[in-house]
Structures are given as C-alpha cells and as structure tokens.
C-alpha cells in the first residue's frame, strides 16, 4: 500500500481497513477500502503503476465516464468569490494554482492576481502556456525558480497524491510566511455513498487516478500535520439536488443539467446546505495558514 496515513505519516499498511461498497470504476475487479479511524478511502489494490499524470493518463482513463458532462457552471465564480473574501481579509495577492490544467482558474484570477500555476500534464500545460500564463511542471520547478506566493490552491487535487505530505511540504516552501492553502477535494462521506448508498454512484466515482478520498477528519490531521494551521474546515455541494434524484432515479450522471428545471431554487440551496451542515457534501473546502515562518 503506498498511500499514506493522514494522522500519523508513514505506510498506511498497519491502519485497520473496512471494505466499501461499490469497485475502481476502470479495474472493475478492485474493491474499496475505508480507515476505521479517519474514514479515508482508498483502492484495495495498489494502481499507482498504472498512473502518469505528466502523459496526460487522467484524461485517457476519463473518456467514457461522464467527461463529457459538465461540470457545476458556478465553480470557478464560487472559488474566484472565496478567494477575493480572504485577499481582502488577509491582503494576499500573489496565487499559484497547483494542478492548474488548461488554466481556467488562472484566467479568472488573473484578473485581480498575480498567478502562475503547477502542471504536470505536458498537453494542458501547453495549453495554460499558449494563454500566456506562466508555469511550472512540478512544486519542485517552481522552487528552484524561486517562486514565493501568498495563496496555494489545489482544486480536486490532493485526491491525485500518493505521497501528500510530500507534496504540502514543497507546497509549504512556495509560501510566503503567513500564507495560505485552499484545498478543494471529494468528500469521502458524500451523502450518495454514506447516506444513500448509491453502488451505481458508488461504481462510478472510484476510480484509479483518485488514489484516496479524504474526510474533513483525514484532511485535517493531514494538513496540521504539515506545518499548517487549519482556518476553515467546511463543504461544498457541488452537485445539486436535481443531480442526486436522477441518480437514484437512473443510475446515472448529469442530472444537474438533464433535470435542471426541477426542483426548486430554494430547496435546491436547503438541500445543499443540510448536507454541509451534516458533514456529507460531496466536497471538501479547507483553508489553512502557513505557521512557521
């Protein structure tokens, strides 16, 4: 098992594993597992072999499995919105965005920021360059370019990291002092796998190049863990109300566009905020600050 223990570092070999229901959606024959204490979700199977995020590997697997979907159109506005609320609270202007792909959020930000952005993917980073942005294919590039910023983003992608301490370590060292991580990632206690129990969901979002899911407690222990202080450990409800009935209705993906019109507004944004309340939206938001100087 080469995943990590979120709390205590190390191999998480000697932790005590729960099967899950539902399988890796692209190695069908590989289950689930769940720690007994964190509640963090991994393979039964190590995959990492059968990963390579710089030849673009994620996007190959994709095909097939709802890529062509869209997704949330409010995400980027919602982050682009968060961010602006903690510049003006802690006056940081300067962003990198770590696994940035084709550079979406790095236009939006671009705008109020200076930004640069981490991409091991050589097609997107070609891509996120041809738009004029500036990147970098690892932390540790852009380190010994002596890039130092005040905010780290990582939108879905602490999900991608075997080794994640690793990784926040060189992330902490791209930081000014004071600075801060906004991580945004799949909750491993979305409401469609702990509260409904949906296996055609649960089949269908596992999956190789998402190595873990954390829990808001895995992904606490694992930040504090690496020098950070945790400011804001809460949810996101990326998908909606209409979204969740389709899929208990037909087993499928998109119905937050196929069945749009549904439900009504307001019961769209009760419905979201009872599962961030209750610990079970299907996403993860953290902030946390950078202690040492």
């Given amino acids: 098992m080469k995943i990590e223990c979120p709390i205590k570092g190390g191999r998480a070999e000697e932790c005590g594993w729960n099967a899950r229901v539902g399988q890796v959606r692209d190695f069908p024959s590989i289950g689930v597992i769940q720690c007994q204490t964190c509640y963090l979700v991994t393979h039964a199977q190590d995959l990492s072999?059968?990963?390579?995020?710089?030849?673009?590997?994620?996007?190959?697997?994709?095909?097939?499995?709802?890529?062509?979907?869209?997704?949330?159109?409010?995400?980027?506005a919602r982050r682009v919105t968060s961010i602006n609320s903690l510049a003006t609270t802690n006056k940081k202007f300067s962003i990198l965005d770590f696994g940035c792909g084709s550079g979406g959020m790095l236009s939006a930000l671009s705008i109020n920021y200076e930004v640069c952005g981490v991409e091991p993917d050589i097609y997107a980073r070609e891509t996120a360059t041809s738009c004029g942005h500036k990147l970098f294919e690892s932390a540790e590039n852009a380190i010994s370019n002596n890039v130092k910023v005040d905010v780290v983003t990582l939108f879905h992608v602490i999900e991608h990291f075997y080794n994640a301490s690793y990784e926040l370590e060189k992330i902490y060292d791209l930081l000014n002092p004071g600075g801060l991580i906004i991580v945004e990632t799949p909750n491993s206690m979305d409401a469609l796998l702990s509260k409904y129990q949906s296996l055609e969901f649960a089949n269908f979002t596992y999956w190789s190049h998402h190595p873990m899911l954390h829990s808001h407690k895995s992904l606490e222990h694992l930040i504090e863990r690496c020098g950070f202080k945790i400011i804001e450990n809460s949810g996101v409800q990326r998908y909606d109300l209409n979204n969740h009935l389709y899929w208990m209705s037909s087993g499928h993906p998109g119905g937050h566009e196929i069945w749009k019109d549904f439900a009504p507004l307001v019961l769209v944004n009760e419905y979201a905020e009872l599962l961030v309340s209750e610990n079970i939206s299907d996403t993860l938001w953290v902030v946390a600050q950078k202690i040492n100087t």
């Fill in 49 to 76: 072999g059968d990963v390579n995020y710089e030849a673009g590997s994620m996007h190959v697997w994709a095909q097939g499995y709802g890529d062509s979907l869209p997704g949330p159109a409010t995400d980027i």
